[in-house]
């Protein structure tokens, strides 16, 4: 069985970032550096043609001290639920204060923030509520105008933003399924150039760098990049492996006429997915009145 990233629509959960959201929102989880933090980001992007939305003119956010929280003595485990179950209580006093755009969370060594758009007239006595009587959750609440939605168009992820959101995407629908990601197998990447010439200087870089060059396997062109390159390399499939060689790739292409164009493998399956698969080919087989001759673990 072989995965491939490309357009994945399974959403990643980080258990200590990452709650339930609803479904039919594009919610993409990835990370991003600037000069002095390390941010990670859970951003909505389903609003990314519409926005500025009309009237919801101020940018509200909650943010919670979790560095205090971490340092609590409470078990790691405990925390985290604890502060789930704030944040369920959160989506709750929102809901019932009035309309409002959630867009996302951001999430540092030691503050998690919340994100909304809500009208100027938005009642926000729930929330001043909730944060004074809870104690063990230290947060604040913050508005300020933004009519033009500037913070979320700093929140949206660019280009190659977007691929770390499909490594997570696809990292969790491979753990989800069975699959060992810390196994090292071989995993295929896919470029693709706009000229040949480049394609061809490519590859020495591409073999320093310790890829393989898969010369019997074609990728998939495209008519502003008619020229593809698979290349390989053997690895494991966790996430952060999977960033760090994509966004090598990614800003070894950028600016040299290249584009990334996705990773696949084959799965790597624990012996209790095989089971699993196993007996649902042949509960399947069974009822079908055929037999499983052709299944390998």
Same mark, same amino acid.
């Given at each position: 069985?072989t995965?491939?990233?490309g357009?994945?629509?399974?959403?990643w959960?980080?258990?200590?970032?990452?709650?339930t959201?609803?479904? %039919?929102?594009?919610?993409?989880?990835f990370?991003?550096r600037?000069?002095s933090?390390h941010?990670r980001l859970l951003?909505?992007s389903?609003?990314? =043609?519409?926005?500025p939305?009309e009237s919801?003119d101020?940018?509200?956010?909650?943010t919670?001290?979790?560095?205090?929280l971490?340092? =609590?003595?409470?078990?790691?485990?405990?925390a985290v639920?604890?502060?789930?179950g704030w944040?369920?209580?959160l989506?709750?006093?929102? =809901?019932?204060?009035?309309?409002h755009?959630?867009?996302?969370?951001l999430h540092?060594?030691s503050?998690?923030?919340?994100?909304?758009?809500v009208r100027?007239?938005?009642?926000?006595?729930?929330?001043?509520t909730l944060i004074?009587?809870?104690?063990?959750?230290?947060?604040q609440?913050y508005?300020k105008?933004?009519s033009n939605?500037?913070?979320?168009k700093?929140?949206?992820?660019d280009d190659?933003e977007?691929?770390?959101?499909?490594?997570a995407?696809?990292?969790y629908a491979?753990?989800?399924h069975g699959?060992?990601i810390?196994r090292?197998r071989?995993?295929?990447?896919?470029l693709?150039?706009?000229?040949n010439?480049?394609?061809?200087?490519m590859?020495q870089?591409?073999e320093r760098?310790?890829?393989r060059?898969?010369e019997g396997?074609?990728g998939?062109?495209e008519?502003d990049y008619?020229?593809p390159?698979v290349i390989s390399?053997?690895?494991?499939?966790?996430?952060?492996t999977l960033?760090?060689r994509?966004?090598?790739?990614y800003r070894?292409l950028?600016g040299?006429e %290249?584009?990334?164009?996705?990773?696949?493998?084959a799965?790597?399956?624990s012996?209790?997915a095989?089971f699993k698969?196993?007996?649902?080919?042949i509960?399947?087989n069974?009822m079908?009145g055929?037999?499983?001759?052709s299944?390998?673990?």
């Amino acid at each position: 069985m072989t995965a491939s990233v490309g357009h994945s629509a399974t959403t990643w959960q980080d258990r200590e970032v990452i709650f339930t959201e609803k479904t %039919g929102e594009d919610w993409g989880f990835f990370e991003r550096r600037t000069n002095s933090e390390h941010l990670r980001l859970l951003v909505n992007s389903g609003y990314k =043609s519409d926005y500025p939305i009309e009237s919801f003119d101020e940018l509200l956010s909650v943010t919670v001290n979790v560095y205090r929280l971490s340092h =609590s003595g409470k078990r790691r485990a405990d925390a985290v639920l604890e502060l789930e179950g704030w944040a369920t209580r959160l989506e709750q006093a929102m =809901s019932g204060a009035g309309e409002h755009y959630y867009v996302g969370r951001l999430h540092t060594e030691s503050k998690l923030e919340f994100y909304y758009y809500v009208r100027s007239d938005y009642d926000d006595r729930l929330l001043k509520t909730l944060i004074q009587q809870n104690k063990e959750i230290r947060a604040q609440l913050y508005r300020k105008p933004d009519s033009n939605w500037e913070f979320y168009k700093y929140m949206l992820p660019d280009d190659r933003e977007q691929l770390l959101i499909h490594n997570a995407q696809m990292v969790y629908a491979l753990a989800h399924h069975g699959d060992r990601i810390n196994r090292q197998r071989t995993v295929y990447h896919w470029l693709l150039f706009r000229h040949n010439d480049d394609r061809i200087g490519m590859k020495q870089t591409l073999e320093r760098l310790g890829y393989r060059i898969e010369e019997g396997k074609s990728g998939d062109p495209e008519p502003d990049y008619p020229y593809p390159l698979v290349i390989s390399r053997q690895d494991d499939v966790k996430l952060d492996t999977l960033n760090r060689r994509v966004d090598e790739l990614y800003r070894l292409l950028n600016g040299k006429e %290249g584009k990334y164009d996705g990773w696949g493998s084959a799965m790597q399956l624990s012996f209790s997915a095989r089971f699993k698969a196993f007996m649902r080919r042949i509960m399947g087989n069974s009822m079908n009145g055929k037999r499983s001759d052709s299944w390998k673990p």
